[in-house]
């Protein structure tokens, strides 16, 4: 029995070790779950996701993000206008104090234009969020496939 609990241990604690390595704190921001789409032959832009929340307990916004693997970097949404699904850039990103903000396939995102680059799968890639509150927060995002039916660019 004493083996059986520490060999469940033992493949219990890697798991918990990557699922820790997801979650990064940076001034008052807490980011998880954060990946960008790996790049699609020929198509020059691509996209980043995550969960944002306040660890403070006080709203905060998204108002910009920067990479160097793109030319321009925009925040956006998606839109059913009329049935079909648009793209539109927003000014920010509100982020409620204990509700966060998910940014995933088919809703709010981080846009990157302009590719420079063929972004490959497992390798991982800088961005840069600025903050109305916390201002300057730098991650080193993994860069993934795209998950089956997601938002393509």
């Keep these: 029995m004493t083996r059986l609990i520490a ?52 709203p905060d916004r998204l108002l910009r993000a920067e990479s160097p693997v793109a030319g321009k970097v925009e925040l956006h949404t998606h ?27 088919g809703g709010l995102h981080v846009m990157l234009l302009g590719v420079k680059r063929a972004l490959q799968d497992g390798e991982r890639a800088p961005l840069t969020l600025v903050f109305e509150r916390a201002g300057t927060v730098t991650l080193t995002v993994p860069v993934r496939k795209g998950m089956p039916g997601g938002h393509r660019h």
């Design 79 to 105: 839109l059913i206008e009329n049935g079909v699904a648009k793209m539109r850039e927003v000014p920010a990103i509100d982020v409620p104090a204990g509700g966060g903000a998910e940014l995933k396939p």
């Design 7 to 58: 060999l469940l241990l033992a493949l219990a604690l890697p798991a918990a070790a990557a699922q820790a390595q997801h979650v990064q704190r940076q001034n008052n921001i807490e980011l998880s779950q954060a990946w960008m789409r790996a790049s699609l032959a020929g198509v020059p832009n691509t996209a980043a996701y995550m969960t944002i929340q306040t660890t403070d307990g006080k």
